[in-house]
């Protein structure tokens, strides 16, 4: 098995592929060890000493680092670790886990500018942040502003801010007038 690695904009954070789908449809955000427990895969590579961080996207998985330690030591403990669960055969997510809502879904209820700025998000947004090992979620829009949380590479990326003002701010802004500010939350 082959396993490429990509650096992202966030040097504490690296990207594989496997070569092989991860999450399918789905993404799945682990910020500490203890929430890994209905993911083997995502466990496996928590117990690599001085991981900090693991994003399961759809056919990638990134990892993010403690600070202090060096890539050069870590990655190949990595490599290993996403070697090991891949021929294992284990499930990446166990049947019985639970990830939460995807609070990023269209649904009935939601008003008109709410569905376009999801849609913007979900078709134009999100693909690229996937690219540098990331993700994004809609969490709200109140009074012209859009709330968005940045996970995987994306979260503590330094240029972070700089893609949610002059990337996603003027996407928004543009197709959707009403969007007057995107912020992140945490």
Request: some cysteine; proline content about 6%.
């Amino acid at each position: 098995m082959f396993i490429q690695t990509e650096q992202t904009p966030n040097p504490a954070t690296l990207k594989f592929l496997p070569g092989r789908e991860v999450m399918g449809g789905s993404v799945a955000d682990f910020t500490e060890a203890e929430a890994s427990e209905g993911s083997p895969l995502a466990k496996r590579v928590f117990a690599v000493d001085g991981v900090t961080g693991v994003f399961l996207g759809r056919d990638f998985v990134t990892v993010t680092k403690a600070e202090g330690q060096d890539w050069y030591t870590l990655k190949p403990a990595v490599l290993g670790a996403l070697m090991e669960h891949f021929q294992s055969g284990d499930p990446v997510i166990a049947p019985d886990a639970e990830l939460g809502p995807d609070s990023g879904s269209i649904h009935e209820d939601d008003d008109e500018i709410v569905k376009q700025i999801k849609e913007l998000i979900d078709t134009r947004v999100r693909p690229a942040v996937a690219q540098d090992g990331g993700d994004i979620i809609f969490h709200g829009f109140e009074r012209g502003i859009v709330y968005l949380h940045m996970r995987g590479a994306c979260a503590g990326c330094p240029s972070s801010t700089i893609t949610l003002k002059n990337g996603i701010e003027n996407l928004l802004r543009y197709y959707v007038p009403e969007v007057s500010e995107v912020r992140p939350i945490e």
